[in-house]
T-cell receptor
Framework: ETGVTQSPTHLIKTRGQQVTLRCSSQSGHNTVSWYQQALGQGPQFIFQYYREEENGRGNFPPRFSGLQFPNYSSELNVNALELDDSALYLC??????????FGDGTRLSIL | QKEVEQNSGPLSVPEGAIASLNCTYSDRVSQSFFWYRQYSGKSPELIMSIYSNGDKEDGRFTAQLNKASQYVSLLIRDSQPSDSATYLCAVSGNTPLVFGKGTRLSVIA
């Protein structure tokens, strides 16, 4: 039990739709990172938020966007969904540059 | 392109044996190294972190780091069927975590 909670657990969308995924970081953690994990692959870094500011971004298009709130919870928004966006989306929190701990993830399926 | 390479496996070991998992990385400035365990359908769970050359032991797990060779390994002693999972190597420096694809370990009872 890491204390990082994600919602929803599962989600089914169709191509072109928009989705918002949510993450509550572990108490005391000020850094949140989002990852996309396709089947059989390692997690791929999407972006990181540190004290409400984007603090690094991976090789994902601008239709992937995010927010971090004053309580350090975070959202991942994906617009214009594509079939290849089907994956497990993972949120990880940490204090500063300490090791990251993952939530249980949101499994997104695009039809 | 910063890369982390792992043998995808599956690596099969008998119960009670030592499982050895290996990882190489391309970015020489990497400073922090992690091993995560991921059960099927679950999220990654941090099991070891290592920051300096040498060995670090925690229970049945030993992480080994050789920065000169850009090599990280994880040894699991007295392997149990419950250790069957995918083991992800992750590396960071001045950049966020970069993960390998993972090695699938199967411990046979």
């Amino acid at each position: 039990e890491t204390g990082v909670t994600q919602s929803p657990t599962h989600l089914i969308k169709t191509r072109g739709q928009q989705v918002t995924l949510r993450c509550s970081s572990q108490s005391g953690h000020n850094t949140v990172s989002w990852y996309q994990q396709a089947l059989g692959q390692g997690p791929q870094f999407i972006f990181q938020y540190y004290r409400e500011e984007e603090n690094g971004r991976g090789n994902f298009p601008p239709r992937f966007s995010g927010l971090q709130f004053p309580n350090y919870s975070s959202e991942l928004n994906v617009n214009a969904l594509e079939l290849d966006d089907s994956a497990l989306y993972l949120c990880a929190s940490s204090w500063e540059d300490q090791p990251q701990h993952f939530g249980d993830g949101t499994r997104l399926s695009i039809l | 392109q910063k890369e982390v390479e792992q043998n995808s496996g599956p690596l099969s070991v008998p119960e009670g044996a030592i499982a050895s998992l290996n990882c190489t990385y391309s970015d020489r400035v990497s400073q922090s190294f992690f091993w995560y365990r991921q059960y099927s359908g679950k999220s990654p769970e941090l099991i070891m972190s290592i920051y300096s050359n040498g060995d670090k032991e925690d229970g049945r797990f030993t992480a080994q780091l050789n920065k000169a060779s850009q090599y990280v390994s994880l040894l699991i002693r007295d392997s149990q069927p419950s250790d069957s999972a995918t083991y992800l190597c992750a590396v960071s420096g001045n950049t966020p975590l970069v993960f390998g694809k993972g090695t699938r370990l199967s411990v046979i009872a």
